[in-house]
C-alpha cells in the first residue's frame, strides 16, 4: 500500500503545537486550519494516536475534491478506493458539515456519500446487494469547506483528549489536549518546578507529569482502528512496546496542584494514580491566599475560573487581584495563565510578555503569558 494521508485534527490556535508533535514523531507536516497533514504507513496510525498530546483525532484522508452538485458528490466519492479499508462487514456511519459551501444540506451529502460508498464497495464484493454492518467501525466523515469536499476514515474513535484517567467529573473541566498544549507552550521543563494554584481535577499537574516522563498519553486506551482487520495487531503490539521503552521512570519530578475545594483534591489524586503518575505529583489542599515558596524559576500554569455568569463576575475579579498580590513576591518565576476574561492584565496588575488566542471548548480565551528570568546554569531547587 503506498502512503497513508494523514490528518491530525486540530482545535483552533494549536495546530502549530499539534505540527510540532507530529513532526517529533518523525514525519513531515504541513499546517492548514484546524487540522495537519502528514504522510506515513500504517505504523504511522499507531504512533500518531499513542503519541499526539494536543490533537483532536487521526483521520484518513480517502479523497479531497471540489463538488458543487450532488450528482458531483456522489460520482467523485464512489470513484475512490473505498474496499482498500472497508471490509465487507464494516460498520460505516457517515456523519457531516457543511462551511461556506454550495451544498449546505448536511443530511443530504450523509445520504449521497453512504449510497456511493455501496457502489463503490459492490465492484469488488460482486455478490453483495446490501451490506450487514455488523463487522468493526469505520466512521467516515464528509467535510464541505467552501466547496470542496474531503474525504475522511477516524482511526481514533473515542477523541484523544479522553486519555482514560480522568473516570470523576468536576465542574468546568479543562481538555487533557489543551491542558497538555498550555503546558507545552510554557518554558517548563522537568528540571523545573511546576506550579498549579487552581488545579481543580489535576488534568495540568497529570499531563505535564506525563511530558516530563514521556509518557506516550494514549498509551492505556483503545482506538478504533485497533479493531480493524487491515492493520496487523503486531503493529499496535509494537508501537505500545516503543511507547514503554521510552518512558522516562528514573526522573524526580517537581510538579505540585493545590486548589480549595477538598473534593476536588481527593478526585486528582485518584486519577493520578490512574495515569500511573502519582509518585511523581503532589495535591494540597489550600487556599489561593496562603500559596507562598521560596524555590525559584519555577513555572505557574493555571486555568483559574473565568467569570462567565454574570452573578460571579465580582468574585472572579477580586481572585484575580488576589493573584496579583499572591504572585508578586515569586519574582524569579514565569506565569501562564488562561482565561477568557478580557480584562485580566488590569486586574492582575501586569501586562504579560505574550499573549495567545486559544479555545477551552466553545470559550474564546487568551493564554498569557509572563516571563520570568532563565534559571541560573546549573541551578537546582531542593525538594523538599
Known amino acids: 500500500m503506498p502512503k497513508i494521508e494523514l490528518i491530525a485534527t486540530a482545535t483552533f490556535g494549536l495546530e502549530a503545537i499539534v505540527a510540532r508533535e507530529v513532526r517529533q514523531l518523525g514525519y513531515d507536516a504541513e499546517v492548514e486550519n484546524a487540522r495537519v497533514i502528514f504522510q506515513g504507513d500504517q505504523q504511522a496510525i499507531c504512533r500518531s494516536n499513542l503519541w499526539l498530546r494536543s490533537a483532536d483525532r487521526v483521520l484518513i484522508r480517502v479523497g479531497e475534491f471540489t463538488a458543487l452538485t450532488f450528482d458531483e458528490l456522489f460520482e467523485k466519492t464512489k470513484a475512490l478506493p473505498w474496499a482498500d479499508w472497508l471490509p465487507e462487514n464494516a460498520n460505516f456511519p457517515v456523519e ?200 525559584k524559576y519555577g513555572c505557574l500554569i493555571c486555568n483559574p475560573p473565568y467569570g462567565e455568569r454574570l452573578d460571579n463576575t465580582e468574585e472572579v475579579e477580586q481572585l484575580y487581584s488576589q493573584m496579583g498580590q499572591v504572585f508578586k513576591p515569586m519574582d524569579a518565576w514565569s506565569f501562564y495563565v488562561l482565561t477568557s476574561h478580557p480584562n485580566f492584565e488590569r486586574i492582575f496588575g501586569k501586562r504579560a510578555d505574550r499573549r495567545r488566542k486559544l479555545y477551552n471548548g466553545r470559550i474564546e480565551c487568551q493564554y498569557y503569558q509572563f516571563y520570568g528570568p532563565r534559571p541560573p546554569k546549573g541551578f537546582i531547587n531542593i525538594i523538599n
Not at 258 to 265: G, Q
Request: hydrophobic letters at 40%; a positive charge; glycine letters at 6%.
Open 96 to 295: 457531516g458539515k457543511s462551511v461556506k459551501s454550495t451544498l449546505f444540506s448536511v443530511s443530504d451529502c450523509q445520504a449521497i456519500v453512504k449510497k456511493a460508498i455501496v457502489e463503490s464497495m459492490k465492484k469488488k464484493y460482486h455478490h453483495r446487494k446490501w451490506f450487514e454492518e455488523d463487522g468493526p467501525c469505520y466512521t467516515i466523515e464528509i467535510s464541505l469547506l467552501k466547496d470542496v469536499a474531503t474525504l475522511t476514515i477516524d482511526t481514533s474513535g473515542t477523541g484523544l483528549h479522553k486519555r482514560g484517567y480522568r473516570k470523576l467529573s468536576t465542574s468546568a473541566p479543562l481538555k487533557e489536549t489543551l491542558a497538555a498544549a498550555i503546558i507545552n507552550l510554557s518554558f517548563w521543563n522537568p528540571e523545573r518546578i511546576l506550579l498549579d494554584p487552581f488545579c481543580g481535577s489535576g488534568t495540568i499537574p497529570i499531563e505535564a507529569a506525563l511530558i516530563g516522563l514521556n509518557a506516550a498519553p494514549g498509551l492505556h486506551r483503545e482506538f478504533a482502528a485497533e479493531s480493524w482487520p487491515n492493520i496487523s495487531k503486531q503493529l499496535w503490539i509494537d508501537a505500545r512496546q516503543e511507547a514503554e521503552d521510552l518512558m522516562r521512570r528514573d526522573l524526580e519530578l517537581q510538579i505540585r496542584g493545590t486548589d480549595i475545594n477538598p473534593k476536588v483534591m481527593s478526585i486528582a489524586r485518584y486519577h493520578a494514580k490512574l495515569a500511573g503518575v502519582n509518585d511523581f505529583v503532589s495535591f494540597q489542599q489550600m487556599p489561593l491566599s496562603e500559596l507562598q515558596t521560596k524555590r
